[in-house]
């Protein structure tokens, strides 16, 4: 696999372990946050629910007050208990309206409007029917209607401790402390409604009263205890010490002495002294500091449950900050490795195969480097070097063989081939010729006193004369006609394979170009030189190049004989 794309891949692997990892924890805090928001509403509606239920426990108040009034009925009583329904239906719409968002506990709360609608209905009935028709089975009938409303709104209060407790374990205590409190209410609700009857009539208790009386008030004191019972911090905080020393002092004292002066009053016999209005008038009060504990309980519940909420919060937009910081440098850290290690790996990598494929055209970067990429690259920079250098004295190598090579074959003066340069080409040709039973001739010339040139000029024109001759011949020859200085100024032209009449006219034509041709000296001294021409054949399969040579010799010994510039071949 490419060092890329693994790099791709590993980055990709480690992103997706880090997100998924990330995202886990976030979704925890997150759910941990959600449950805290709704825990507090569902907080909120528990004490709802606490205060609908005590609405309805304190209705039974102005209901009891109502039932044992005389006809015609007193106005403010029936006030009171307007009044008090009022409260119990704010309670409850209140309830509702929180409920809006929450379906569920909603519809719980639907027989309680039934049983609500339905006791309030045989209260009114009864209150409508004169004193003497209110007989204490009917009293007692409607009362215990009213007494089944309390228990169903303490089921939605228990439903919503218990939905708070799940969400804040740490305020579970202080929840329960708070709904014996409401439940207290209701049972010292009870013991006041207890003397109703006996009040309205009145008449004196029976054994059951007494009995009922016994039960609730150990009923009311199990409730009391429970709520001393020391469970968590909360028991130590000044305000709930506060408040339980009022309960005690106000409703432990005095309200259960007002229920004592009842009783005591009946055994004695005597006339009790207040109807079920006063005694509602002056009892109630008495249960208002129960309340007040609840409501210092349901306030520190709170202010824990915010606190929980808040820490919620926090570790939340702690864990996305941690989140973004973690990802941050996970995309820092893989850029750094990947502009610091990968990108110059590869660029390492491409110069080395360029360096390979013996191109040096790019130097190596980040050679300034001081970690173990850059002692790679300043070793790929020195190999570069080293590489150019090598190829320079190859380079150079090859010039100087090739130098070598044509100063070898080549006539320092003129720069035509040389006599040995020639000899090589020569026989090579011959063998072809053999090969392909080809004629091969050969033309050799020399300038004609050419001695009186240089006595005349200096060997220096004589020099030139020799580099212009050798340029005229050249000129005047077509692709595959060789000329080389022979010796001296004795030259040498081997046309391709011909005859000896091609090669005649051949060298005709030479010695008419040589002698056509001014030659002006450096000195500006213009000459005009001939040279005379052997010319001769060889063919067969024995043709030697000595032999070819040396008649071509001959040739041109009579050229020189016969008067010069002209061309002879052999006999
Ligand atoms: N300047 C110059 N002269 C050369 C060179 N090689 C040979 N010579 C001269 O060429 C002359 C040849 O003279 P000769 O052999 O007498 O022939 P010639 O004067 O040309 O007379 P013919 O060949 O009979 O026409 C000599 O004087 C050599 O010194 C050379 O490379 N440069």
């Given amino acids: 696999m490419r060092l890329t794309r693994l790099f791709t891949l590993a980055s990709a692997v480690l992103a997706l372990l880090v997100c998924g990892m990330l995202g886990r924890l976030l979704w925890g805090e997150w759910e941990h946050y959600r449950a805290a928001g709704t825990g507090h509403h569902t907080l909120q509606l528990m004490q709802r629910a606490m205060v609908a239920a005590e609405k309805l426990s304190y209705e039974r108040g102005p209901v009891n007050a109502v039932l044992g009034d005389h006809l015609p009925a007193d106005p403010a009583r029936h006030a009171r208990l307007l009044r008090a329904r009022a409260d119990t239906d704010l309670a409850l719409a209140q ?17 309680l409007y039934d049983a609500l609608g339905a006791a309030r209905l045989t209260v009114d009935q009864l209150a409508a029917l004169p004193p003497a028709e209110r007989t204490p089975e009917r009293l007692d009938a409607a009362i215990e209607r009213m007494f089944q409303l ?16 799940q969400v804040y374990p740490r305020i579970a205590r202080i929840l329960m402390k708070a709904r014996l409190t409401v439940e207290l209410r209701e049972f010292a609700g009870r013991l006041g409604s207890a003397l109703t009857v006996p009040l309205a009539a009145p008449r004196p208790l029976t054994e059951a009263d007494h009995q009922r009386l016994q039960f609730l008030r150990g009923r009311i004191e199990q409730l009391r205890q429970l709520i001393k019972i020391p469970s968590s911090d909360i028991d130590s905080e000044p305000r709930v010490l ?19 002066e009842v009783e005591q009053a009946s055994r004695a016999g005597r006339a009790y002294g207040m109807d079920t209005g006063q005694f509602a008038q002056r009892y109630v009060p008495c249960m208002a500091p129960i309340l007040a504990l609840r409501d210092v309980l349901l306030q520190e519940a709170q202010t824990q449950a915010l606190q929980d909420y808040e820490a919620a919060r926090h570790e939340l937009v702690l864990a996305l900050l941690v989140g973004a910081a973690i990802l941050l440098a996970l995309t820092l850290l893989l850029a750094i490795v990947r502009r610091r290690v990968v990108v110059p790996l590869l660029r390492a990598t491409r110069a080395v195969v360029r360096l390979g494929n013996g191109d040096f055209s790019m130097p190596p970067s980040g050679a300034r480097r001081d970690d173990e990429i850059g002692d790679m690259l300043r070793a790929l920079a020195t190999l570069r070097a080293n590489s150019m250098d090598r190829q320079r004295l190859e380079q150079e190598r090859v010039r100087l063989i090739e130098e070598l090579r044509l100063r070898a074959d080549t006539d320092y003066l003129t720069g035509i081939l040389n006599r040995r340069a ?10 072809g010729a053999r090969d392909q039973g080809e004629s091969l001739a050969v033309i050799l010339f020399d300038v004609d006193h050419f001695k009186s040139v240089n006595d005349s000029y200096g060997h220096d024109a004589g020099d030139q004369v020799l580099i212009r001759i ?17 010796g001296g100024e004795e030259f040498v032209v081997m046309p391709t394979y011909c005859g000896l009449e091609a090669a005649h006219a051949l060298a005709e034509r030479l010695r008419e170009a040589i002698s056509r041709e001014p030659l002006t000296l450096s000195d500006g001294h213009i000459l005009r030189v001939t040279a005379s021409f052997g010319v001769a054949v060889a063919h067969g399969p024995h043709a030697a190049l000595d032999d070819l040579f040396h008649a071509a010799d001959l040739a041109l010994y009579r050229a020189k004989r016969n008067g010069r510039n002209r061309v002879e071949q052999q006999a």
Avoid: C, K
Avoid at 95 to 111: I, K, N, S, V
Avoid at 150 to 165: D, F, G, I, K, Q
Avoid at 254 to 260: D, E, K
């Fill in 95 to 111: 309830l509702r309206q929180d409920l809006a968002a929450d379906a569920g506990p909603a519809t719980a709360l639907a027989p």
């Fill in 150 to 165: 309390v228990p169903l709104a303490l089921n939605a209060v228990t439903s919503y401790t218990r939905a708070s407790e």
């Fill in 242 to 260: 506060a408040a339980v020393a009022r309960m005690d002092e106000v409703y432990f004292a005095a309200g259960q002495r007002l229920v004592a």
């Fill in 422 to 431: 020639f000899t090589a080409a020569g026989n090579l040709r011959l063998r």
């Fill in 470 to 486: 050798a340029e005229v011949v050249r000129d005047s020859l077509r692709d595959g006609e060789i000329v080389a200085r022979y």
